[in-house]
């Protein structure tokens, strides 16, 4: 099956520090990843879209200076949140795109399972 | 953007039960995928089914894209079924092209 990680699984840090997240596709290259936020009993919401070798694509009201987002490789993408503050506090979910999975013409996402951020 | 409606937002039942959820879609869309979140946070891939029926199990799934609604049944529930099931669409078209757009859950407690 599409295995994609996420490290850490848990963060805490302190208010006014930087944390970054990856989210690796373990067996299978991923030209498209996505980040979610969810907050406590919510749905997902998307933040961004991060295509490997060019400029990540942010949905409307992310600060793409406070969240920063790098696809180096077809395998991985971070996701920095930069000078943290307690509202930045979240379950952050990547995902990634493989297509071909279902069909041809198919693109399933798989998920990673989430790092939960804490920030104090 | 497209909206995804999904119903019931909670249902209970005893181990055994059947079950049926929905998720309504306000236009048309070129993936549509069915997700089981655990009470750990992961989202567990159920089915990629932008049209038509497929089973997986105790689970199957149909989607009738033309009137823009799919349905997850589940079958002789087990209290492991318990969590949340999200409902996720791309839209054909425009500029969501490729981005999942998730209903809001139906949060399923299954009891012993």
């Known amino acids: 099956g599409a295995v994609v990680s996420q490290h850490p699984s848990w963060v805490i840090c302190k208010s006014g520090t930087s944390v970054k997240i990856e989210c690796r596709s373990l067996d299978f290259q991923a030209t498209t990843m996505f980040w979610y936020r969810q907050f406590p009993k919510q749905s997902l919401m998307l933040m961004a879209t991060s295509n490997e070798g060019s400029k990540a694509t942010y949905e409307q009201g992310v600060e793409k200076d406070k969240f920063l987002i790098n696809h180096a490789s077809l395998t991985l993408s971070t996701l920095t949140v930069t000078s943290a503050h307690p509202e930045d506090s979240s379950f952050y979910i990547c995902?990634?795109?493989?297509?071909?999975?279902?069909?041809?013409?198919?693109?399933?996402?798989?998920f990673g399972p989430g790092t939960r951020l804490t920030v104090t | 953007g497209i909206q995804v409606e999904q119903s019931p937002p909670d249902l209970i039942l005893q181990e055994g039960a059947n079950s049926t959820l929905r998720c309504n879609f306000s236009?048309?869309?070129?993936?549509l995928q069915w997700f089981h979140q655990n009470p750990w946070g992961q989202l567990i891939n159920l089915f990629y089914?932008?049209?038509g029926t497929k089973q997986n199990g105790r689970l199957s799934a149909t989607t009738v894209a033309t009137e823009r609604y799919s349905l997850l049944y589940i079958s002789s529930s087990q209290t492991t079924d318990s969590g949340v099931y999200f409902c996720a669409v791309v839209n054909r078209g425009g500029t969501s092209y490729g981005k999942l757009t998730f209903g809001q859950g139906t949060i399923l407690t299954v009891h012993p």
């Open positions: 236009d048309s869309v070129n993936n």
């Open positions: 089914i932008p049209s």
């Open positions: 995902s990634a795109r493989r297509p071909g999975a279902s069909g041809v013409n198919s693109y399933e996402q798989y």
